[in-house]
């Protein structure tokens, strides 16, 4: 067989299990995961360094409304969000579930690819919080009980987190509209029960996104071609 130079065999580029080349642009996402933490950065810096770290005056009648307007039909969609997106279920149970589901679809590096990125976020966040000890809302506006440090909001960052990597690891417009609609609903709940300030939320959002942006560049390629692999069950014989 003639072959002729700088092009593959006719066998093999007729092959229909030949891989595709694909070429993954990494620039866009690195380049805005480090605008979403250099944007944190800046917001927690900002926050430090106002006296006796006040919230900014918008967040302040942004809070007088809601208390203005609480009212049954809002505060239980609103303590759904906080019991999904905190404690053990947010940091242990939901994570595990979502492992579990990919590697049971053989999404292994999926299934690596999340759970790096979301011990990834939690560790920033929890650095972040100590490093910039911003007081909570007053007590008496709390619906709820959270731990220390306002900023930034854990709960925001596990909901970004997870819109994004889930987004990343599907690719589907649903998905990422999804994702997006949670996200906002939960920096939306984190201040209507009074737990945060919106720059919290908005700093938490941030967090889990450039997280999930980050940690995504060197698994870029393999997700991309295990996304385009046949995903049958396990309990199913490929």
């Known amino acids: 067989m003639t072959v ?5 065999p006719p066998s093999v580029a007729a092959s229909p299990n030949a ?18 933490l250099l944007l944190t950065g800046g917001l ?19 809070m007088d409304e809601i208390l203005d307007h609480r ?4 505060t239980v969609p609103a303590l759904v969000f906080n019991y999904l997106g905190g404690g053990i279920l947010a940091i242990a149970v939901v994570p595990v579930l979502i492992i579990v589901g990919l590697l049971l679809w053989r999404r292994r590096w999926a299934a690596m690819y999340f759970a790096i990125s979301a011990a990834a976020s939690v ?12 007081p909570r809302p ?57 737990a945060h ?5 908005v700093g938490g959002m941030l967090v889990g996104a450039g997280v999930a942006l980050i940690v995504w560049t060197p698994f870029a390629y393999v997700l991309y071609r295990e996304a385009h692999a ?7 014989r490929t």
């Open 4 to 8: 002729t130079p700088g092009k593959p």
């Open 19 to 36: 891989p595709a080349p694909v070429k993954i642009a990494r620039l866009w996402p690195i380049a805005s995961a480090t605008a979403a």
């Open 44 to 62: 927690a810096a900002v926050i430090f360094y106002r006296q006796q770290n006040k919230p900014f005056g918008f967040e302040l009648e942004w």
């Open 71 to 74: 009212n049954a039909f809002w």
């Open 123 to 134: 560790i920033v966040v929890q650095i972040v919080k100590a490093l910039v000890g911003r």
């Open 138 to 194: 007053p007590d008496i506006d709390m619906l709820v009980h959270p731990d220390f440090g306002s900023f930034p909001s854990g709960h925001s960052a596990n909901a970004a987190l997870i819109a994004v990597t889930l987004g990343i690891i599907f690719a589907r417009a649903w998905v990422w509209a999804a994702g997006a609609v949670y996200t906002v609903g939960m920096m939306l709940s984190r201040t209507y029960l009074g």
């Open 197 to 201: 300030w919106i720059s919290d939320t």
């Open 230 to 236: 046949p995903h049958p069950p396990v309990w199913k």
